[in-house]
């Protein structure tokens, strides 16, 4: 997701440390397929969210002997970050590295049958995230490919910054791997290097899914100060895993602030829906969970930023079947990035998710009717073996 709320996906593009007030999840009517788009029949965490969660405890250290700071930068937060574990139940990864030719890039592979689907993580991520963000199609028939972007956890920044360099190091992973051709999911602010790769390698693509996905140039965000980056890397992230222990649904309730334009009583809807049902509450911990160490994700993260400024994706040069998700109450990536995406890549389908904020997709109560509509759409253009 996108944040600090812990979690994942994702996006905020100011600057990355720089909090502003989001949104949350609620009620929902219908999702719509528009005309055009889906045969009839069939949104992670950015540093600002961390931030906010960060506001919301401060007042938690004021007062805190040196000591017990002491104490939270020797404590490990007690989250598993080794390369072999479970994310989510039935949910596991196998981290290695490949060599290739453009660079280190580290990837999880699940499955051995099936067309491959290359899941693009989002902001705050790594090859953790986008394997958990693709977790509900590992009973389609599919094998999911989840790479670590540049800057995060164990590919090197240096093995691609910019998002032409990101994507042909995904198509270098291909060839290492023997994969000739691969649907992409791509996510918030992995969408980019996923509208990247499918412009420039469309011999590699047989379909592209964007989910609350960026697609327009973003405006510059005020510097950080070093002083706040450090304290965030160090204690700050120990005392948002604390406060998650401690409250959890402060935490859920920071993060719906962030990822919505919900009204009070959407957002309350939505924070009792995810704290009231057992899977999607450990869904959400699985989420939060992929977002730490954060200093092995920083520098992705930041430089996903840089990229945004610089400028939009090549969407016109898109020619692979292209499904554009975007929930209307994104309080991250603002609809207005779906609708430029769909209006710009020829024959792009889409799929609206009414009343939905980021993070809809995977924690609504109506997350699988919008999985039902990708899953029809990749099977519909997936090569047969």
Avoid: C
């Avoid at 609206?352 to 924690?363: A, I, V």
């Amino acid at each position: 997701m996108t944040r600090t709320s812990g979690w994942t996906t994702i996006a905020g593009y100011e600057d990355p440390i720089e909090v502003r007030p989001g949104n949350a999840p609620g009620r929902h009517r219908d999702a719509a397929v528009t005309s055009g788009q889906i045969p009839k029949g069939v949104a992670a965490v950015p540093k600002r969210r961390v931030i906010k969660i960060f506001r919301v405890v401060l007042a938690v250290l004021v007062g805190i002997p040196a000591a017990v700071v002491a104490g939270l930068l020797l404590w490990d937060g007690s989250i598993d970050t080794g390369p072999r574990r479970e994310l989510f139940p039935g949910v596991q990864i196998d981290l290695r590295t490949a060599q290739t030719r453009r660079g280190p890039i580290e990837y999880d592979l699940y499955g051995t049958e099936g067309p491959v689907l290359l899941s693009v993580h989002a902001g705050l991520g790594g090859a953790d995230q986008g394997r958990l963000f693709a977790g509900w199609l590992q009973q389609g028939g599919f094998r999911i490919l989840s790479p670590s972007r540049p800057g995060y956890l164990g590919t090197p920044l240096e093995s691609g910054r910019t998002n032409e360099e990101q994507a042909d190091l995904l198509a270098a992973l291909l060839d290492e791997l023997g994969i000739d051709r691969v649907g992409v999911l791509a996510v918030s602010a992995g969408s980019p290097v996923g509208y990247t790769f499918a412009a420039r390698h469309p011999d590699r693509i047989w379909g592209m899914v964007s989910i609350g996905g960026v697609s327009k140039q973003q405006p510059p965000g005020k510097p950080s100060s070093s002083l706040r980056r450090t304290f965030l890397n160090t204690v700050g992230q120990k005392l948002t895993r604390l406060t998650a222990m401690l409250s959890f649904e402060t935490v859920v309730s920071a993060t719906l602030d962030e990822t919505s334009t919900f009204n009070e009583e959407q957002r309350a809807g939505r924070l009792s829906y995810i704290m009231n049902t057992p899977r999607v509450r450990t869904l959400f911990e699985a989420m939060f969970e992929t977002t730490f160490p954060y200093e092995e994700r920083w520098p992705g993260t930041d430089n996903d930023a840089a990229q945004a400024r610089r400028g939009g994706s090549p969407l016109e040069r898109i020619t692979a079947p292209t499904l554009v998700i975007h929930g209307r109450q994104d309080g991250d990536v603002s609809f207005d990035h779906g609708e430029y995406a769909a209006e710009r890549i020829p024959g792009a389908q889409h799929y609206w998710m009414e009343n939905e904020d980021h993070l809809g997709f995977w924690l609504s109560p109506r997350a699988d009717q919008s999985q039902a509509v990708v899953r029809t759409f990749l099977r519909q253009h997936a090569p047969r073996e």
